[in-house]
């Protein structure tokens, strides 16, 4: 069965500018998850929907950050504008069910974002 | 809040050498436990997971790991470690508190050949 899928792998940006990520979870996952791992660091998660409902956005920085999973499929996370601290991968990972307990989650490569 | 500890940053082995890389968490009540592994330039694959049941669990490429309840520990161990198992290894926990995962800051392995 095909991954999650992301794009782009690699990206630099300088401060203040905006930028875009997608991501395709596995087909008929439930759920989807954004996470922001800093260099040395566990990922940590931004942003969790399940189906095209947030159930959990928490930790998000909504000042400059958004993220929408149109259809319930397909999602995207927007920054804008960055900041130097932003520089980390992001990456998007689904699960099939709607809790996370009792489930496992499956992960993307990633885009690894560096803001100049 | 709850919080994911692993003790080793950076481990350096020769191969055929054994490994334990060490895992607590804070959380008391119900968990699930994850070691996910994430090889140079690819992206995090599930090692092996704890849901319920036999506390020694074994997953793939020969990695076994031990849910001890009273230690709020899940160590993840190997007999005998290859060059190809140099990766980065994250330790996870989702807890019924919060269903959602935490991650440990990751140890990084390196096997000389």
């Known amino acids: 069965e095909a991954g999650v899928a992301q794009s782009p792998r690699y990206k630099i940006i300088e401060k203040r500018q905006s930028v875009a990520f997608w991501c395709n979870p596995i087909?008929?996952?439930?759920?989807l998850y954004w996470y922001q791992q800093i260099l040395g660091q566990g990922p940590k998660l931004l942003i969790q929907?399940?189906?095209?409902?947030?159930?959990?956005d928490s930790q998000l920085p909504k000042d400059r950050f958004s993220a929408e999973r149109l259809k319930g499929v397909d999602s995207t996370l927007k920054i804008q504008p960055a900041k130097l601290e932003d520089s980390a991968v992001y990456l998007c990972a689904s699960s099939l069910f709607s809790r996370a307990l009792g489930d496992t989650q499956y992960f993307g490569p990633g885009t690894r974002l560096t803001v100049l | 809040a709850q919080s994911v500890s692993q003790h080793n940053h950076h481990v350096i082995l020769s191969e055929a050498a054994s490994l334990e890389l060490g895992c607590n968490y804070s959380y008391g009540g119900t968990v699930n436990l994850f070691w996910y592994v994430q090889y140079p330039g690819q992206h995090l694959q599930l090692l092996l997971k704890y849901f319920s049941g036999d506390p020694l669990v074994k997953g793939i490429k020969g990695f076994e790991a031990e849910f001890i309840k009273s230690k709020f520990s899940f160590n993840l161990r190997k007999p005998s470690v290859q060059w190809s198992d140099t990766a980065e290894y994250f330790c996870a926990v989702i807890s019924n508190r919060d269903d959602k995962i935490i991650f440990g800051k990751g140890t990084r392995l390196h096997i000389l050949p």
């Open positions: 087909s008929g996952h439930a759920t």
């Open positions: 929907f399940q189906n095209n409902g947030v159930v959990d």
